[in-house]
């Protein structure tokens, strides 16, 4: 079911690429919405190898890839001023009541492409906002125009403190990521069982194996866990550049039996279903969904009170557990020993994290998007 709106909108949305990634993910969250509830919705593709679009469109949505506007054009300065024009004319030649931006870097082109024009723009951050911009210079922009948006949108509240400190003048609304419950099942299919024996209670963490996840130090507080919990096992759900290492990491420590590495699976509810506890063990995030995803299955979660989302999502001892993310394997250890020693804190904890549901549906959170839009 979606939400009936008013009056309906020519909304254009711009993206850098729609091959993978949670900002893409929830672009497509949201053209889907605005389209279903009869809204004009372009999706402009930025790319400049143009890509391809892996996520499920609504047919009414209009996908456009700016590479396909300026195919052959110049390079460096001069290419990224053809681009800002085109930028511009899309929006002018759609007649858009709305357009929407998602990713720093892409925000400023945005507004500066839309310079002049009667038409309000929406910008959003998808990661916390000091990772977001690697430049001074972009920083000084982002800090110039921000305040020229009719909204910046972020993911936490802690996002939203950092942005009002280092963009004064700028209008900031905290809107979460959307959940999907049930989650979509594709491939490939790796059941649990062809990693994990029966008898064996299950850890999961799940993310690309990179160094921001923090795999290593939830390896290693897995390991003083293990000690007195030999039936335990740690399942890492992803793949990535850090997967050697951090299987050294694991012989190292003699966990070789106990830490499983299945890889990438397009299955990940099955592995929701059959975890206990899940860890999320990032030294930071922009949104951590995959938080979202096992408390949505009911699954007792720890997280690491990192920037930013953990503390926006968490009852601490409610809905979820939340430690220390400076000394994070030391603070797991005792969260593992709380919750793996009692089964009954774990079904009440997880029987509160699965209202995630209906506070981070689709329909709750493109009603935020409405009202900070102003759709609604």
């Not at 210079?137 to 400190?165: C, D, H, I, M, N």
């Not at 994990?196 to 990179?210: F, N, P, S, T």
């Not at 420590?253 to 397009?266: A, K, S």
Request: overall charge positive; hydrophobic content about 45%.
């Amino acid at each position: 079911m979606v939400a009936e709106t008013g009056n309906k909108r020519r909304i254009t949305f711009f993206v850098s690429a729609m091959e993978d990634g949670g900002a893409e993910r929830v672009a497509a969250l949201l053209c889907n919405y605005w389209s279903q509830n009869g809204h004009a919705v372009n999706l402009v593709v930025t790319y400049s190898k143009r890509g391809q679009c892996n996520y499920t469109l609504n047919e009414r949505v209009q996908v456009i890839y700016l590479a396909d506007q300026v195919r052959g054009r110049s390079s460096g300065l001069m290419s990224k001023m053809i681009r800002l024009r085109a930028c511009r004319k899309l929006v002018q030649s759609t007649e858009s009541d709305l357009v929407v931006s998602f990713l720093a870097p892409l925000n400023i082109a945005i507004l500066i492409a839309t310079l002049g024009l009667d038409v309000p723009v929406v910008v959003s951050e998808r990661v916390f906002p000091e990772f977001s911009l690697k430049s001074r210079f972009a920083s000084f922009a982002r800090r110039l125009l921000y305040p020229l948006a009719k909204t910046v949108v972020v993911q936490s509240s802690e996002g939203e403190e950092w942005l009002r400190k280092h963009c004064p003048g700028s209008h900031v609304d905290v809107i979460h990521n959307p959940l999907v419950h049930p989650l979509p099942i594709t491939q490939p299919i790796v059941l649990p069982n062809k990693f994990i024996a029966e008898d064996k209670r299950v850890i999961l963490g799940v993310g690309r194996l990179v160094p921001k996840k923090g795999f290593e130090r939830l390896i290693s507080g897995f390991a003083q866990f293990s000690r007195g919990n030999p039936k335990w096992i740690l399942a890492l759900v992803g793949q990535g550049p850090e997967k050697a290492s951090l299987m050294a990491l694991a012989k190292r420590l003699d966990l070789e039996e106990n830490v499983v590495f299945p890889g990438r699976i397009g299955n990940l509810s099955d592995w929701y279903k059959r975890a206990e506890v899940f860890v999320l063990s990032s030294y930071r995030e922009g949104f951590p969904n995959v938080l979202l995803e096992a408390m949505s299955y009911g699954v007792a979660s720890i997280a690491a009170d990192c920037p930013s989302g953990p503390a926006d999502i968490i009852q601490p001892d409610v809905n979820g557990l939340l430690v220390s993310n400076k000394h994070f394997a030391e603070d797991l250890v005792s969260g593992l020993d709380k919750l793996a020693g009692n089964s009954i804190l774990r079904k009440a904890i997880g029987d509160q994290a699965v209202k995630i549901q209906e506070t981070c549906s689709m329909e709750s959170i493109g009603l935020e998007w409405d009202r900070a839009t102003g759709i609604a």
